[in-house]
């Protein structure tokens, strides 16, 4: 019983990893898409 308690454990913190990674990546590129649209605004001014 413990070790499959320690499996689920060891599992959810690498998912939970996955998530943190994943959800930093979109930001960036979300952050990216904003300064791309502002620089045309302001080429467009």
Do not use: H, P, W, Y
């Amino acid at each position: 019983m413990k070790k499959i308690i320690s499996i689920l454990s060891i599992l959810m913190v690498t998912i939970g990893l996955t998530a943190c990674n994943t959800m930093s990546g979109m930001g960036r590129d979300i952050e990216r898409g904003g300064e791309k649209v502002q620089g045309a605004a302001e080429k467009n001014k």
